[in-house]
């Protein structure tokens, strides 16, 4: 089977079907040849829907709701790569035209003509005027929903949202975390360089390297050697704005997969302790795999609600990087834009602060607390903290910039990352910790 049918088959699922991209995706990246190609395909036509659908609406007699899953989605693969990529116009429609005949014979006529009046009218159809009506024209030419767009105009203006949503649209770069516990990141530069390993350094962390490969990324050198870890820089800068110390006592509240559990257990260089608590069973279970293979022995996980979790010890440091909407990492979560609604915005701002609140019950009195989200949205970052403070007047806001890498020193004392200024994932992290006793 080739990439284009198995793209079909994937986008049906994910798209018509609900099912998880991830899943899909990693069980039929495994039966092609040429996984990338794959990837880039399913991932671009998803990124890039509403867009497609526009097309397909003025091209077609028939609606898009009430075209068939193959028919629909092999039209979007089909103008997706008449619009997108540089492979001959000839081949491509020669191509879905074949591919339409093995699911609906008849609609194969219907196929053929519309991509060829693509070719022939798209530079005749016209979007809505960003001067007039900015938000239909952001939200068509870069496939995000309209609720959304208006959102973060409001919140951010114009220019930083078509950034954010043309990051969102954007192949995303391999970033990994070099395990200090085992290596340096000179080291590990120096093996890449001998095996010819395109890669370049990060600008806001030393241990980071964003990687160039095309491939399956678990077969790069050092990765069963536990030299590695695929994780993100804005990611990777939460944990040192929590800064433990050696011989600390940690808990990580919402702990999986382990990224910044095996984070903060090379900070500490293994000497301390480190409770890492998921609600998930099998996300869980990733935080052992991971923890085994980085050589990382201080860590002790458990099953638990982050909003209930009740245990005798007081920590040193805790972590919380909350459930959020994500909207900051859409570059990565393929479909996580299109099952999002404001509504999941406040149910999401509400668990996390119960889950914020919650925590403060577990830290010691002179401890420190980082609250992280990988969302953009501010009901879900400052908003938490700021009813958080109101509510615990005896816990403050820990100026974060002092943990910062220059290039993020931030003008507030918490730090929200935009992918529009910064060209990493959109993060929010906050350090509180409890006013000093006079």
């Known amino acids: ?90 081949a491509i429609i020669d191509s879905y035209v074949n591919l339409v005949k093995k699911y609906e014979k008849k ?87 001998e095996q010819n390993i395109e890669y370049s350094k990060s600008e806001f962390l030393d241990e980071c390297l964003n990687i160039k490969h095309k491939g399956n990324i678990t077969q790069l050198p050092g990765f069963k ?56 069973k099998s996300r869980i279970k990733r935080i052992k795999e991971n923890c085994e293979r980085l050589g990382v022995n201080c860590v002790d996980v458990e099953v638990a609600d982050g909003a209930k979790y009740q245990t005798d010890e007081k920590f040193d440091y805790i972590l919380i990087d909350a459930p959020c909407s994500n909207t900051g990492v859409f570059s990565k979560r393929l479909d996580a834009k ?19 609140d919650h925590a403060k019950n577990l830290l010691s009195p002179n401890g420190v607390l980082v609250y992280s989200t990988c969302s953009i949205e501010p009901e879900e970052n400052i908003e938490v903290v700021e009813k958080f403070i109101a509510n615990n007047p005896d816990f403050i806001i820990d100026n974060i910039n002092s943990y910062l890498p220059d290039k993020l020193k931030s003008k507030e004392k918490y730090l929200q990352i935009l992918p529009s200024r910064y060209n990493i994932d959109g993060f929010f992290i906050c350090r509180i910790k409890r006013k000093i006793s006079k």
Not at 48 to 59: A, H
Not at 339 to 356: A, H, P, Y
């Open 225 to 280: 050697e536990g030299y590695w870890i695929v994780q993100g820089e804005s990611s990777c800068i939460v944990s040192k704005v929590l800064s433990p110390k050696e011989d600390s006592k940690i808990l990580d509240l919402c702990a999986a997969p382990g990224g910044k559990t095996t984070h903060l257990a090379s900070l500490i260089n293994n000497k301390g302790s480190i409770k890492a608590v998921d609600i998930n």
């Open 107 to 193: 609609a194969a006529g219907f196929v053929n003509a519309i991509l060829r009046n693509f070719i022939r009218q798209k530079d005749n159809i016209n979007f809505p005027s960003l001067e007039d009506n900015p938000v239909q024209n952001i939200s068509i030419n870069y496939s995000h929903s309209e609720w959304m767009v208006t959102k973060w105009i409001k919140t951010y203006g114009i220019e930083d949202t078509i950034s954010i949503c043309e990051y969102n649209n954007s192949i995303p770069s391999i970033t990994i975390r070099v395990n200090t516990l085992k290596i340096t990141p000179q080291e590990l530069t120096t093996i890449f360089d």
């Open 1 to 90: 089977m080739d990439n284009r049918q198995l793209s079909l088959i994937s986008l049906i699922k994910i798209l018509d079907k609900k099912q998880s991209a991830d899943d899909v995706l990693n069980k039929n990246l495994q039966q092609t040849k040429y996984p990338s190609e794959l990837y880039n395909l399913v991932a671009g036509v998803i990124k890039n829907k509403l867009k497609l659908d526009f097309f397909i609406s003025k091209l077609s007699s028939k609606k898009i709701d009430k075209l068939s899953y193959p028919v629909k989605n092999i039209l979007r693969l089909a103008i997706y790569e008449l619009e997108y990529t540089t492979a001959p116009h000839y």
């Open 338 to 356: 299109w099952n999002k609604s404001q509504q999941d915005i406040k149910n999401l701002s509400e668990l996390q602060f119960k889950i914020l």
